[in-house]
């Protein structure tokens, strides 16, 4: 068992004891590893990211290599995290602490556990899989409204976030939603190791062109179109359950699939422009009525999966095409349309 | 009189159909050969998230950790290691949202476990959205605005199907599908250039087998040169492609050597092309059979084959077995609905068979795509008037506009106008048009035109019972002696067995004292 996974029990330096050993997740790094745990400090409670260095200290391994560059994947988060702290991103879940641990009985280096702590969220936003425990359309638009809001923070300080799917967007009591997990993020004009993967984020959800292998060589269009894809499946996810990128890809016939295609990703466009209508078609009566229109908008918006067409109609082609400033002000308006119409309809119905 | 029949110069042109049946033909694989699939791993090279989640549903199985791992499957192309957790979400987790369930049935569908899936989640008939509504939700979609275009032709609305098409190109301007399928709408609009300019002037198609042969094709028709074909076969002789993805190529450079005269080379081409044909190369290959001789296609291709109809009905038309013919038609049409030719050959087989109600039905449904389709209204009169709907067949002829239709069917015409004449009772005035329309073959040399023709006017004597019909009908079956793979010779003897017919009838009352004619043997047994 790795250092980082033997957390449970101890009492961190900075007054944190861990409760609660929740699981283990891929790190942004590929082939790197995290742990979660919920950590508690006086009344505080917090969530701990643990960072799992014990590949470095594998059979064969380049130990010195190896722990570069997982501290490089540790120090790339929290000078992301400090980032957002410092320019007090709402939408956007902080860091509250960080440090590092010695696991008692290991050796000195192998024992060394680099950790951040995050504020406690309520839940992410999973649950919309379960007809059961689904929450009500004003939540699912709130839900898009503050995640466009919080990657739009981010992206005015130039990070892309790569990775905004269901289990990184957390809930909270008062209704409020952030983004969380910046461990796949990249900064303009500051290289990160993951930057040369094709894909950084989850490929799951992914947009297409990352998944065959196309990569803008720009900044924005690549890494930012990355994300307003990521927003476009998050809300499609948020009214089915389903995320956009393996609705598409179901669609496809076998030989059009990424593993599949031999030919480059304008060739196979067409194919992916076709399943993407008929995804849209499939999502269209599954999203309540009231915002129907709104959501199928913003979501073939987004999601294009070409993407020289994703982003507010207005912006095709212009500079701003990737900004979210449209669709942050679009949603909040959607958003209060739709409260007053649900209190509307309230007052009717008592 | 029956029109001629058109197939003796089928070309290679693209089919135009749904996307979905051009897709399943193997048509639109990656431009590019490939001979491998690719590793998962070339496409993400980082630790797969898929094995991750696979590790968390097997340690603990739930609706988020089936539902993620059914989606990762799908992305990954890892399907098969995902059928458990879509068996639970489809049989367990009834809670789950109804597109992860769906999602979750159609993974089973695909692996080959349909029979887990339970009845609320079984496919059942979908309603299918029409073309227009479909695309309203991503106007971005280059094929849905073929699938728009085509629908639009079939209906007949061919400027529409124009417009659309417009936008399609300017959306995909190198997609194969796209190229291929205004190509073809150009031709059915009778632009053959534009079709060649519309393939020849894509960035696609020097690399690309099928649009190669989709322009050696149309060139062909529009007897011109082909710019692709000495590619096309440098293409062919160099390999490397799966023999699915040459098989048009092949089968339109075999034409061009077989229209040339070179039946060596055509044969080579047209073997390469039979390896693994589409049913449109399948069909090539069946009309090629008449001048290259049997052996180029199996028995087995021919009936096995994917979209084998037009195939089928060539071979069955060869082999004069006209009645049969229609139902293959029928299958073609529902196939490749956009194409009028299933209908233009159902009603001229249909036709032969003496079977003037399905001839008269192919008619008017071939009609409705191609309004102005002198073939068609040829057809359409003489099945009409053939069946005594003279009014039809009357209008069906004179909608045919001589300016704009080649002399042949101009002759056919006019022996339409003597058959209707015939059947209003003005034998005078038949024979004035069915002689005009004889002489007007033979000045033409096509003497198998002049037997068919001479066959159409014995049989209305005959029907008429003018003084001369045998002699009218002994008269036809000499001039089509000299045309014995005629499938006009099929028709010849069924008007000489309803000859025998009558002659029996006549002989029965002339024994009974009821007349007085003398009746000859009629000659058909000659020609069997």
Known sequence: MSAAARLYGLTLANGWTVTRHIEKSPNGTGGTFSESYEVQNGGRKGFLKAFDFSEAFGVGADTVYELQKLLDSYDHERDILDICSINKLSKVVVAVDHGSAQVPNMGTMEGRVYYLVFELADGDVRVQMDINKKFEVLLSVKAIRDVSLGLHQVHKQMIAHQDTKPSNVLTYSDDSFKIADFGRSSRRDRSARHDNFVVAGDPTYAPPELIYGFTHPEFIPRRMGCDLYMLGNLSGFLFTGVNMTASLLAKLDPQHHPRNWAGGYQDVLPYLQNAFTAVLNDVSPLIDLVVRDDMIKLIGELCNPDISFRGHSKGIGTPSQYSLQRYVSYLDVVAKRLAVRLRADGRKAA | ?528
Request: proline share 5%; glycine share 8%; hydrophobic share 45%.
């Open chain 2, 1 to 528: 009189m029956n029109p001629a029949e058109r197939e003796s110069k089928r070309r290679l042109v693209p089919r135009w159909r749904s996307l979905a049946t051009t897709i399943k033909s193997g048509e639109l694989a990656s431009p590019m050969p490939r001979t491998e699939v690719r590793a998962p791993d070339e496409i993400l090279p980082r630790p797969s998230d898929f094995l991750h989640r696979l590790e968390r549903w097997n340690l603990s199985p739930s609706l988020v950790t089936a539902a993620e791992l059914v989606e990762s499957g799908i992305v990954e192309g890892r399907e098969k290691d995902a059928v458990d957790a879509a068996r639970r979400l489809v049989s367990i987790d009834k809670n789950a949202a109804p597109l992860i369930r769906e999602q979750a049935a159609k993974l089973l569908e695909r692996m080959g476990s349909g029979r887990d899936i339970p009845s609320d989640l079984k496919t059942g008939p979908v309603a299918i959205k029409g073309a227009r509504d479909f695309i309203r939700v991503n106007l971005r979609d280059p094929l849905g605005w073929v699938e728009l275009a085509l629908a639009q032709t079939v209906r007949g609305a061919s400027a529409a199907a124009e417009r659309s098409m417009s936008v399609a190109l300017k959306l995909a301007p190198d997609n194969r599908h796209v190229l291929r399928s205004a190509a073809r709408l150009f031709l059915h609009r009778d632009d053959p250039e534009r079709a060649i300019r519309t393939i020849g002037g894509s960035a696609a198609t020097p690399t690309d087998p099928w649009l190669m042969a989709s322009e050696i094709a149309l060139a062909q028709v529009a007897g011109k040169s082909s710019r692709f074909l000495k590619r096309g076969a440098a293409v062919l002789a160099a390999g490397g492609y799966h023999p699915r993805q040459i098989t048009e190529l092949a089968g339109a450079v075999g034409t061009e050597e077989l229209v040339n005269g070179n039946r060596r080379k055509s044969r080579r081409w047209f073997t390469q092309s039979m390896v693994d044909p589409t049913g449109s190369a399948l069909a090539q290959g069946e009309w090629a059979t008449a001048s290259l001789g049997d052996g180029l296609i199996s028995e087995d291709q021919l009936l096995a084959a994917f979209e084998n109809e037009e195939a089928l009905a060539f071979h069955l038309f060869r082999h004069r077995r006209f009645g049969a013919v229609k139902h293959a038609c029928s299958q073609w049409a529902l196939n490749d609905p956009f194409s009028v030719r299933p209908f233009e050959f159902g009603t001229l087989s249909a036709g032969y068979a003496n079977d003037f109600e399905a001839a008269l039905a192919f008619a008017r449904r071939g009609l409705e795509m191609k309004p102005d389709s002198a073939f068609l209204l040829n057809a359409l009169a003489f099945s009409a008037a053939s069946l005594g709907i003279l009014a039809e067949a009357t209008e069906a002829v004179s909608k045919i506009n001589p300016a704009s239709t080649d002399r042949p069917q101009r002759l056919v015409a006019i022996a339409n106008q003597g058959l209707i004449a015939f059947r209003q009772g003005n034998e005078g005035v038949a024979r004035l048009f069915y002689a005009e329309a004889i002489d007007g073959f033979r000045r033409d040399g096509a003497f198998e035109s002049v037997a068919r023709a001479k066959i159409y006017l014995a049989r209305e004597a005959m029907l008429a019972g003018t003084a001369d019909w045998r002699t009218l009908l002994k008269d036809a079956h000499l001039s089509m002696a000299k045309f014995k793979d005629s499938p006009a010779i099929s028709y010849l003897m069924l008007v000489e067995e309803d000859a025998a017919k009558r002659a029996a009838i006549e002989d029965s009352k002339r024994l009974n004292g009821g007349g007085s004619s003398k009746i000859g043997s009629p000659p058909f047994l000659a020609l069997r």
